[in-house]
Structures are given as C-alpha cells and as structure tokens.
Nanobody, 124 residues
C-alpha cells in the first residue's frame, strides 16, 4: 500500500500563493506518476495536477492551468504543488496519490491510495 504525508496547507486570501508538499513513504517519486487531487466539502475527488516522475511530463486540470505548478525534488523525494492566484473555489483538502501507470493516473485521474491530505482555505 502506497503512503504519503501531505503538508503546507493553510488559510490564504484570494490572489495569494501557497506551496504544498507530498512526501511518499516506501518508494521513490522518480519511479512513479504522482498526482495532486482535491476534495471540497460535498464533492468528489478532483484531479488537479500530475507529474511523471521519470520524464517529468506534467498534466493539469483546466481549472488550474496557468496558476498551479507541480514539481519534484528527487533529492528530497518530495512532490510540490505551487499554487498562485488562489481563488475561493480552490478551497479543498488536497491529497497526494501515485501510480505506476501515467495514463491511469494523469489522464484518467484514477487512484487507489491517498494520503490524509492538507487543507487549503481561500478566503478574505
């Protein structure tokens, strides 16, 4: 079972920025596709961004393109999500997920295992 620890969430004003982190346990990010999902209250998980740990190809949901950037630091075995120009509709708990299949995770946005998440709240 894949495990993750997400951190870095918090309260930010609209238009602000935040960077959240995901540290996987028991595997190297460079060998997997890693994705960020989010879930707002009363809604289903939504795929936000994904990265192929091998070639670092990136994928984004239309709702965050141009505002969010996913990256990896292999030396720290960490995946980051830099979020700029945050909007109230970005408020959600953000979760990390991983899969060996890039197509399944980054295109179909399907995941079997999640971390505990980190809460991002955008409000004035």
């Amino acid at each position: 079972q894949l495990q993750f620890v997400e951190s870095g969430g918090g309260l930010v004003q609209p238009g602000g920025s935040l960077r959240i982190s995901c540290v996987p346990s028991g595997f190297n990010v460079e060998n997997y596709a890693i994705a960020w999902f989010r879930q707002a209250p009363g809604k289903e998980h939504e795929g936000v961004s994904c990265i192929n740990g091998g070639d670092r190809a990136t994928y984004y949901a239309d709702s965050v393109k141009g505002r969010f950037t996913i990256s990896t630091d292999n030396s720290k075995n960490t995946v980051y999500l830099q979020m700029n120009d945050l909007k109230p509709e970005d408020t959600a708990t953000y979760y990390c997920a991983a899969d060996l299949g890039v197509y399944r995770l980054c295109i179909l946005w399907r995941a079997d295992y999640w971390g505990r998440g980190t809460l991002v709240a955008v409000s004035s």
